[in-house]
């Protein structure tokens, strides 16, 4: 069974400028999240998907990032414009459902350098 | 709001030693309880997690972690270190409905 795919694996901008990742989770996989993990800390969520629906989009910057999934199987991530506390780690998820102990199996990520 | 803590943002033990992580969280309710290792440039894995039953749970590579409801804890066992053990470990807990919230996060070393 693939695992959850995103790309790039790494990207670097300037500041003020726009960046998208992408992810595709698992086959099947109904629920979606993306997380950033900044150096030294875990990962923190920004919005949530079930199908192609938003379930939990509380701690998204609305104002610079957005997500969509469209047809409830791959989504993108952006932000427009960065700011140099963008650096970190975006990491996509996916689980079967929404049950509470379904895992999350996580993609490999994206390291995003805002200079 | 539900909270994780991990006591050590850094451990480090030598070769064939006990490894102890640290995972307390505050839901007065158990949660679903997870513990993920994350290797450099990589995504998180899924070690181990605990939803009901046997407080006691196995997970891979050989580690363990029990569920302590009196002391709301998820302690992280492995009898034995390895060289390969050393990583970023994190644990998460999830109430019904809700969604997951990790903690900061302890790099393991492994000294030879």
């Known amino acids: 069974e693939a695992g959850v795919a995103q790309s790039p694996r790494y990207k670097i901008i300037e500041k003020r400028q726009s960046v998208a990742f992408w992810c595709n989770p698992i086959?099947?996989?109904?629920?979606l999240y993306w997380y950033q993990q900044i150096l030294g800390q875990g990962p923190k969520l920004l919005i949530q998907f079930q199908n192609n629906g938003v379930v939990d989009d509380s701690q998204l910057p609305k104002d610079r990032f957005s997500a969509e999934r469209l047809k409830g199987v791959d989504s993108t991530l952006k932000i427009q414009p960065a700011k140099l506390e963008d650096s970190a780690v975006y990491l996509c998820?996916?689980?079967?459902?929404?049950?509470?102990?379904?895992?999350?199996?996580f993609g490999p990520g994206t390291r995003l350098t805002v200079l | 709001a539900q909270s994780v803590t991990q006591l050590g943002s850094h451990v480090s033990v030598s070769e064939g030693a006990l490894v102890l992580l640290r995972c307390n969280y505050s839901s007065s309710v158990p949660p679903y309880l997870f513990w993920y290792v994350q290797y450099p440039n990589q995504g998180l894995q899924l070690l181990l997690k605990?939803?009901?039953?046997?407080?006691l749970v196995k997970g891979i590579n050989g580690f363990e972690a029990e569920f302590k409801k009196s002391e709301t804890s998820f302690h992280l066992t492995k009898p034995s270190a390895h060289m390969s053990d050393a990583a970023e470990y994190f644990c998460a807990v999830r109430m019904n409905g809700q969604n997951f919230v990790f903690g900061p996060g302890t790099r393991l070393s492994v000294l030879p």
């Open positions: 998820a996916s689980r079967p459902g929404l049950a509470g102990s379904d895992t999350q199996y």
């Open positions: 605990y939803t009901t039953g046997a407080t």
């Open positions: 086959s099947g996989h109904a629920t």
